[in-house]
């Protein structure tokens, strides 16, 4: 699947003259338990939503946190040493099967 999703995107690159780019991002990292812990804590008070893993992995590679009530959230990227964060943000909806019948 990732083969051909692969090749599909390399078409789409020969049709289309834009170019992707690399750009660099700082991000805020430190070890699990405090990213978690600063999440969980009174001033965000955000739960794990979804979270993600990479093919290769065993345990969840990417968690997004979030509260219903301010909807605010956050996502988080861990490897085995630390957690940064990758994004946050105000307003949210949850996208569920209902929504797009």
């Known amino acids: 699947m990732k083969n051909i999703l692969?090749?599909?995107l390399?078409?789409?690159c020969f049709t289309a003259s834009a170019e992707g780019i690399l750009?660099?991002?700082e991000v805020y990292c430190d070890k699990p338990?405090?990213?978690i812990g600063l999440l969980k804590s009174k001033d965000y008070k955000e739960i794990?939503?979804?979270f993600g893993k990479e093919s290769d992995s065993k345990a969840p590679n990417y968690m997004l946190f979030g509260n219903n009530e301010t909807?605010?959230?956050t996502i988080?990227?861990?490897n085995n040493e630390l957690a940064c964060v990758l994004g946050t943000g105000e307003g949210f909806n949850l996208i569920t099967k209902k929504s797009y019948i």
């Open 6 to 8: 692969f090749f599909l």
């Open 10 to 12: 390399s078409l789409s």
């Open 23 to 25: 750009t660099k991002k």
């Open 33 to 35: 338990e405090t990213i």
């Open 48 to 50: 794990p939503l979804w």
């Open 71 to 73: 909807k605010s959230w």
């Open 76 to 78: 988080v990227q861990f």
